[in-house]
Nanobody
Framework: VQLQASGGGLVQPGGSLRVSCEAS????????IGWVRQAPGKEREGVAC????????WYADSVKGRFTISGNNEKNTAYLQMNNLKPEDTAVYYC?????????????????WGQGIQVTVAD
């Protein structure tokens, strides 16, 4: 499994960013894919997950109403649209896959990871 993440960068508070994750070696029609973030000095936190096969989407409470995860099965790519960004959203964001979105509650158990991309929310 290979996960190629892109996007991210620097944005002002209240701004928006979209990050993408292209998967290979796995069919996203039958797997969950999502994002996990880690801020300096903090533990990994599951952010969002989508499982097209089960029709499931999941969000951490801290991002509900602001982040939207979606998938394009033809492109085998997932997207995370992040709106109304806050300084506390600053972190390295990792794309990850697992058979189930439930794993994103305990992201340390996820086995397939992409490279991290930096998202910084600051004036």
């Amino acid at each position: 499994v290979q996960l190629q993440a892109s996007g991210g960068g620097l944005v002002q508070p209240g701004g928006s960013l979209r990050v993408s994750c292209e998967a290979s070696g796995i069919n996203l029609k039958y797997s969950a894919i999502g994002w996990v973030r880690q801020a300096p000095g903090k533990e990994r936190e599951g952010v969002a997950c989508v499982n097209s096969f089960g029709g499931v989407t999941w969000y951490a409470d801290s991002v509900k109403g602001r982040f939207t995860i979606s998938g394009n099965n033809e492109k085998n790519t997932a997207y995370l649209q992040m709106n109304n960004l806050k300084p506390e959203d600053t972190a390295v964001y990792y794309c990850a896959t697992d058979p189930s979105c439930s794993t994103f509650y305990y992201p340390d158990t996820i086995t397939d990871w992409g490279q991290g991309i930096q998202v910084t929310v600051a004036d």
